[in-house]
């Protein structure tokens, strides 16, 4: 298919046609309870960001792309920062996202400081996330035009390098992130052949679909993959149940946008980490929460004070996780390669809408993809009221026993993946997928690149084949252009590196073992 | 036990289940339930880089998994090397593991027994005892909160799926 190029860096006609279609009420009132609904799971411990983003997908396909997406956006934004909230209260981050969050925010809920915390957590993330959306939508057009120069080379040596990107970075070993890949590469091989149209890998009759179901895919292997876990580990964990006295009703002393400013150098610099971890495949809001944190307490004045309750680890910390949310899906949108788990759920909501991810999609979606980018820039404005209220919500809130939640989620999972195709065999799929996800978190292989490499799986064969029958089979293809060498080199490179790290990693152990 | 050892067992597990898979995919699922390649042949597929057969990529990814399977096996074999770690004891610790789920195997059960009842019986009906089956094994034993707390959560996600999204269930004999 051939597509038409749209110069320029922002086409100001398609600004305004997704502004238009974005000033109506179910769009406004679709982010308002995202939100709320993902700051509420975001806050609750065992409940994680991705499987707020996996149960509320099926929520959206009835709805239009310009209400679906921003909800879904607007989950994804309030479970990273309601993560913040108990991790702050109770010293238990709600999701990977807050780990650094915890390190200043409980000493500060210790010393009776907990509403200044999680006011400084709110407002450095949304401001850094509002800089993350602003570099997505200044580079997300030009990159996906860009892109569109991309023949079948170039694609597959770029989606291999994701590939072996999520592998490496998404888990502790590249052995086994490269494993959960190539499971993940397997699953999405079950179906018809995207070339010649026959059965492959027909067990059950999968193989005379067209593919595994995405949706289903997806809730099987966060969402009730982690509620197997939960139930595993028998958390009963009350919200409420911490040591220290969570009601910040009482408490006077709060956190404005103007003191914010005081620590501008902490706010700037974790949101540049945060956003740059957010471009890189592999790399999410946790690590950039630490890395985030981590430099800011070199550069700080006060580097002393961290780690006691100081409110500028709390603003590094969320600063840096809160900027990954808008970077972490410029790859998707623009390349179509979906970097970490979250926009790996993200990338399924955009194909449920009809709206496919990668080079093309402002020449398909153009009005849309402004519209969703509005809409994110909207949800930050909407999210320091909203947060403020979730939060003292929240505060109040004494006693929700875990496994009082955990049936109602395994319904949801069900209901969620019968709904979008209306078959139970999507149903089962979900169940052998959760499952199975379970069994791999047991033996610490990490589900989110086999997601990933599900999602990658069929365009990267598409690449890879296309390229092998375009060259009669001559691997040289790969290397021959400049881009595909690039990429193909970081991808041995990256290899090499981890590989090296390992074995220096292993005999550093070994000597400290006395071995 | 150090964490370094359960790490190292865990390589292995995953090791060994990744060349079962690569080896079932290779001797069965490829051959016999791919179109075209028992008649081409797997391996005349692979080194003629026939890109336009079906069994083409899978069996690249095979080849990949089992590698990788390989490294994870090998790396464990290495780190034993001349250690007293003896087949039983292996053996033994990957049982204490399986005993270790016997908590989740009511759960999966129940899973699975919901997946085969569904259709014949209805999916509202299935899935209502399914909650409160999962409800009563995490501790709720109060038969009124059960009632209402089943009554509130299904009545809510009836409203929901099949009122207002419309999404037509399996009704089986009851409903």
Known sequence: MEHKHIDGVINMEMVFEGLLSLAHWQPILAIVSGLVIGSFIGATPGLTGNMALAITVPLTFKLPPVVGIPFLLAVYKGSLSGSSYSAILMNIPGTSAAVATVLDGYPMTQKGLALRAMKAGLYSSVAADTFSDLILIAFAFPLANAALNFGPAQKASLLVLALVLCGGLLGDSLAKGLLASMLGLLFSMVGLDPIVGRARLNIFGLGRMESIDLVAFLIGAFALAEVLMQIRKNTNQDIGSGKVSMDIGEQREGFTFRELFRYKKALIVSSIIGTVIGIVPGAGASIAGLLGYSTVKKISNEPEKFGTGHVEGVIAAEAASGAVSGANILPLLTLGIPGNAAAAILGAAFLLQGITPGPTIFVDSGPQMYSIFLAMILANALHVPLGSLVMKAFSKIRSIPFHILQPVIISLCILGSYSVNQRMLDVYIMLAIGVIAYLMRRVDIPVAPMVVAYILGRQTEMAIRQSLLISGGSLKIFIDNPLSLLFTSCTVLLLAWTLYVKCRRDASNKLHAGV | ?175
């Open chain 2, 1 to 175: 036990m150090t964490t370094g050892t359960r790490q190292n067992r865990t390589d292995l597990y995953s090791g060994l289940v990744a060349i079962v898979i690569a080896g079932a995919c290779w001797f069965w699922l490829i051959p016999f339930r791919t179109a075209n390649a028992k008649e081409q042949g797997i391996l005349k597929i692979i080194i003629s880089k026939s890109a336009n057969q079906p069994g083409f990529f899978p069996a690249i990814v095979t080849i990949m998994l089992f590698i990788v399977g390989l490294v994870l096996t090998l790396e464990y074999a290495y780190a034993h090397k001349g250690s007293e770690e003896s087949l039983s004891r292996l053996l033994k610790a990957a049982f204490k593991s399986i005993k270790a789920e016997n908590k989740m195997l009511p759960i999966i059960t129940a899973l699975l027994a919901y997946g085969l009842l569904v259709n014949g019986i209805g999916f509202w009906t299935t899935t209502t005892i399914l909650l409160g089956t999962l409800l009563y094994y995490s501790g709720v034993k109060d038969s009124r909160f059960l009632a209402l707390y089943l009554a509130a959560t299904m009545g809510g996600l009836y409203i929901f799926f099949s009122v207002i999204v419309q999404v037509r269930f399996p009704s089986g004999l009851l409903f």
